[in-house]
């Protein structure tokens, strides 16, 4: 049981590069989540998803597209990466029902740098 | 809106200390509020997490209080050592299961 996944862990991009950071789970989660974490400013909730084949805006979702075709899989994509982009990337998974049931479980993270 | 705020940004205390972090939140009705902890370069491993109705969690030194009426939380560290160092993350939990995240206290705990 691996628990929540990140692919890549590092990457650096230029400048208008597009990239998709993959998130999978194998917990069976109903939702989940795309974070990014800046300096001082704690996490910042991007994208979410409910469950296959839909997903929802959060806090930060300019710039960024999410898809959610398969159940375990949740992917975040930047077309035309920005400085502004240079982040870490959580992402998180969580079972469906009420809290707290619904407790979200953390990938390690990906750091991404945008030249 | 939800807004978390963690105070201080930093600390660093000798070893031994017995210490208080802070996080106070707006908008009271949360569902519940977790502490997180992080390390350098790694995500996020849950702490402790405290029920809307309930005042306290503890586990091992950690313990966590919650007072909705006044909008704050603190976690409690007996004892520090130098592996408590890390940074610690508050979150409250909205109705529908959000959480808003604070911006984290850096802990440094020395030898």
């Known amino acids: 049981n691996a628990g929540v996944t990140q692919t890549p862990k590092f990457r650096v991009l230029k400048t208008g590069q597009s990239m998709t950071l993959l998130c999978a789970q194998d917990?069976?989660?109903?939702?989940m989540y795309w974070y990014r974490q800046d300096p001082g400013m704690g996490l910042r909730l991007i994208h979410y998803?409910?469950?296959?084949?839909?997903?929802a805006k959060g806090e930060v979702p300019d710039g960024y597209n999410v898809s959610r075709l398969k159940k375990q899989n949740f992917l975040l994509g930047l077309e035309s990466a920005a400085p502004s982009q240079t982040s870490v990337y959580f992402c998180?998974?969580?079972?469906?029902?009420?809290?707290?049931?619904?407790?979200?479980?953390f990938g390690p993270g990906t750091r991404l740098t945008v030249l | 809106k939800q807004e978390v705020t963690q105070i201080p940004a930093a600390l660093s205390v000798p070893e031994g200390e017995n210490l208080v972090l802070n996080c106070s939140f707006t908008?009271?009705?949360?569902?519940?509020l977790q502490w997180f902890r992080q390390d350098p370069g790694k995500g996020l491993t849950s702490l402790l997490l405290?029920?809307?109705?309930?005042r306290e969690q503890t586990s091992g030194r950690l313990n966590a209080s919650l007072d909705k009426s006044s909008g704050r939380s603190t976690l409690y560290i007996a004892a520090s050592q130098p592996g408590d160092s890390a940074t610690y993350l508050c979150?409250?939990?909205?109705?529908?299961?959000?959480?808003?995240f604070g911006q984290g206290t850096t802990l440094q705990v020395k030898p």
């Open positions: 998180a998974s969580s079972p469906m029902g009420a809290p707290p049931h619904n407790e979200q479980f």
């Open positions: 917990m069976n989660h109903e939702y």
């Open positions: 998803s409910v469950g296959e084949g839909t997903t």
């Open positions: 908008d009271s009705a949360i569902y519940n």
């Open positions: 405290i029920q809307s109705s309930q």
């Open positions: 979150a409250a939990r909205r109705v529908t299961g959000k959480l808003i």
